[in-house]
């Protein structure tokens, strides 16, 4: 396990944009890919974004592809996700992960590492 810690979420209005920001410390930021996945209630946690430790592959979820981008600062250690035109469907807790393949995986099993989350809700 390494440590993660998530930060931005908050309450908006559907239409609206948040920006999602995870942070690590300690340890070697750019040897790992990072992605974000949430958990609504009720439901299984499902995929997002994902991006590699170079940020020359990334990935994203279907229902998610052209609202939102992800990023990453490895001089920062922090990997970002910006989610524009916000829907009540976005409503979750999102988490980062990493992965020690580096690259912009798209399965909850390729995942090692969990932050605690952030919650994201939105309303309409």
């Known amino acids: 396990q390494v440590p993660l810690v998530e930060s931005g979420g908050g309450l908006v209005q559907a239409g609206e944009s948040l920006r999602l920001a995870c942070a690590a410390s300690?340890?070697?930021?750019?040897?790992?890919?990072m992605g974000w996945l949430r958990q609504a209630p009720g439901k299984e946690r499902q995929f997002v974004a994902s991006?590699?430790?170079?940020?020359?592959?990334?990935a994203y979820a279907e229902l998610v592809k052209d609202r939102f981008t992800i990023s990453r600062d490895n001089a920062q250690n922090t990997v970002y996700l910006q989610m524009n035109s916000l829907t009540p469907g976005d409503t979750a807790a999102y988490s980062c992960?990493?992965?020690?393949?580096?690259?912009?995986?798209?399965?909850?099993?390729?995942?090692?590492?969990w932050g605690q989350g952030t919650q994201v809700t939105v309303f309409s």
């Open positions: 991006i590699s430790r170079r940020s020359s592959n990334k």
């Open positions: 992960a990493t992965t020690t393949t580096g690259g912009a995986r798209t399965s909850e099993s390729d995942y090692d590492s």
């Open positions: 300690g340890w070697r930021f750019d040897l790992f890919g």
